[in-house]
């Protein structure tokens, strides 16, 4: 039918010829040694050339698209609705969390957690941090507390997110400075710069070697607090001393 539709259609680039080519490649079945190569031969009128055949599309999104990762199973997803539920009642939400929490693997344990932590629900998400550090196979992992004490500090918990740094120390995990950078730039962007100086004095503790970003991160966040920027950055010299911090004027914060 798309051979009539294109003599009917009387254009002048289709020549007779090459409707006779089409005719005859509707015809043809590939063989299985053809099947798998994209590209088909014609000859049009004694010239050879090479047209990309394509299979039939059944419509369906390829790719990743389709086979994506599985990221939550649905008993975290029934368990995160379900703390998400409760949280306003402490006593059904303890009764939920003994009869369903408890019996969720690590992966889907650590799963919750992650996605309490992206929706900002801090409350729940410390709940089922404490639940894994009950756990058999729990190991201090520096990274499970960087994400969480950055989400505190984006909450404004100061307080507790204090507490999981110290609860993380007593574990005698050092983070690295990517770690430190994060939730440095966490207490001072949400108005803490004396938790800020805090994890700054606690850095400069670790066995690690000192790196640039987080002293970048404190000189540029303590601006408005000259006598907690002058002490950072007289370390910064002695530590990075081929390196250079600029210095706005002062008039910019009102100082004379």
């Not at 379900?82 to 650590?110: A, C, N, P, Q, T």
């Not at 990517?178 to 066995?207: C, H, W």
């Not at 991160?217 to 607090?225: A, I």
Request: glycine share 4%; proline share 7%; charged share 30%.
């Amino acid at each position: 039918m798309a051979i009539r539709a294109f003599a009917r259609s009387k254009l002048p680039f289709f020549s007779p010829s090459i409707l006779r080519a089409l005719a005859k490649l509707s015809k043809v079945t590939p063989s299985s040694s053809e099947s798998t190569n994209p590209f088909r031969r014609i000859d049009w009128g004694g010239s050879v050339c090479e047209v990309q055949s394509r299979s039939f599309h059944d419509g369906r999104p390829r790719g990743p698209l389709w086979r994506g990762k599985k990221l939550i199973g649905k008993e975290a997803i029934f368990v995160i609705l379900g703390l998400k539920r409760f949280k306003g009642d402490e006593e059904k939400l303890e009764e939920f969390m003994k009869s369903h929490v408890s019996r969720l693997l690590k992966l889907d344990l650590i799963a919750v957690l992650s996605e309490l932590e992206r929706q900002q629900e801090v409350f729940l998400a410390l709940k089922i941090f404490k639940v894994m550090q009950k756990e058999d196979w729990y190991k201090p992992d520096v990274y499970l507390y960087k994400d969480l004490i950055v989400t505190l500090a984006r909450n404004q918990k100061t307080e507790e997110a204090m507490q999981v740094w110290e609860s993380m120390r007593n574990e005698n995990l050092f983070p690295d400075s990517q770690t430190y950078t994060e939730v440095i730039r966490g207490f001072l962007r949400y108005g803490s710069p004396a938790d800020a100086m805090n994890i700054y004095e606690d850095m400069k503790k670790s066995p690690d070697p000192p790196e640039e970003t987080p002293f970048r991160v404190l000189l540029k966040g303590l601006l408005p607090f000259p006598l907690l920027r002058n002490r950072v950055k007289q370390d910064f010299e002695e530590m990075f001393p081929e390196q250079h911090v600029y210095d706005p004027p002062e008039e910019i914060f009102g100082l004379q």
